[in-house]
């Protein structure tokens, strides 16, 4: 996971560095149930009544991919969160291919150490990673992935990321963790995580500012593009007002943004991340995971995930609300049984 610092110099970390990135690791034990918050409405969500696409669903499948990729709370004393942070300077690239279509081709080798060397010359490896998230994300829904890169950072940390490209705003690169692709179960979930970011933040949803591209240093530009947005602003542009990001925002983030803003502010990195923790705390009951918190593009992505693998839910709390969500759009309703569809018959036996 990236820090993402609205305000200060988040031109820089968007455009320069990576939009997202999912970590690995346990999930935190004997972590302290607060109390949740009052939730004073919840909106009703229209559930379509004819689904587009045949469901072929694999519970048992679907089901440990949910499990091991929540949180697990437990009574007990209260902890700190591991909300995790990324270290560039142990951040190796092995190669990067150009995407066409269904295929990637022209690497681009990256000048590694010797104990890469293997995972460099693999292009095997390198392809079942791309073969599978090509099988799991329909053709027409990633038409704005350029690049695909295999990188590393060690085992147990950043497994995946994506950002937009150097040339070009409109277009992403998705880049893979080789040493944390054993487990199709984690990878599985965090391949739809980051294809969650492609989905909404993506140029249709939120019109990328050239401004900013073009001037990433520059923080007066990307404050008076801020302020110059009457929408949710994510960091890359303006979100469209009726993008999935800017309804999103508007229904579950406009009542605590700006407290949540204060604490991305921080600079202290110890403050920062204890007043985090804090937050998430106090809204417990609205995050279907501690990584949720941490931003509101990281939040429905996270939504978004289990909006995939998980069964419907209730919408008894405001996390769960967060799923049917997406109900309320049937395309979203279609993609997600065509990605079930995909997943089932994909997954390695």
């Not at 990637?104 to 390198?126: G, K, R, W, Y």
């Not at 099988?135 to 350029?146: D, G, H, V, W």
Request: glycine share 2%; net charge negative; charged share 20%.
């Amino acid at each position: 996971m990236l820090r993402i610092k609205q305000l200060l110099a988040i031109s820089a970390i968007l455009l320069s560095s990576l939009a997202c990135a999912t970590l690995l690791g346990e999930p935190a034990d004997d972590v302290y149930i607060s109390e949740p918050s009052e939730i004073t409405e919840i909106p009703v969500t229209e559930i379509p009544t004819e689904m587009p696409v045949e469901l072929i669903s694999c519970p048992l499948l679907t089901d440990q991919i949910v499990e091991l990729n929540s949180t697990v709370l437990v009574e007990g004393e209260a902890e700190t969160m591991d909300f995790g942070s990324r270290d560039e300077d142990n951040t190796t690239y092995i190669v990067t291919y150009l995407v066409s279509g269904d295929e990637i081709n022209t690497p681009s080798f990256e000048s590694v150490p010797a104990d890469l060397q293997d995972e460099q010359d693999d292009s095997a490896a390198h392809q079942q990673l791309w073969d599978y998230f090509a099988a799991l994300i329909p053709f027409e829904n990633r038409t704005s992935l350029a690049n695909f890169s295999v990188m590393t950072d060690g085992q147990d940390n950043v497994l995946a990321a994506v950002a937009q490209v150097y040339a070009d705003p409109t277009l992403w690169g998705l880049e893979v963790d080789i040493a944390d692709t054993d487990d199709y179960y984690y990878l599985s979930y965090t391949l739809i995580h980051e294809f969650a970011h492609l989905l909404t933040l993506g140029a249709d949803q939120v019109p990328p500012s050239e401004a900013i591209f073009n001037n990433p240093d520059d923080n007066d530009i990307y404050l008076d593009e801020v302020s110059a947005c009457p929408n949710f602003f994510p960091g890359e542009g303006c979100a469209n007002s009726d993008s999935y990001i800017n309804q999103y925002y508007e229904q579950f983030w406009f009542d605590i943004y700006e407290e949540w803003n204060v604490i991305n502010l921080e600079e202290d990195d110890d403050a920062y991340y204890q007043k985090l923790d804090d937050f998430y705390y106090k809204y417990q009951d609205q995050f279907l995971t501690d990584y949720a918190a941490t931003h509101p593009a990281e939040d429905i992505a996270e939504s978004f995930s289990f909006f995939v693998f998980s069964e419907m839910p209730t919408g008894d709390t405001v996390a769960e609300q967060k799923i049917l969500f997406f109900y309320n759009f049937p395309e979203l309703v279609e993609l997600r049984a065509k990605i079930i569809n995909n997943l089932c018959a994909a997954f390695p036996q």
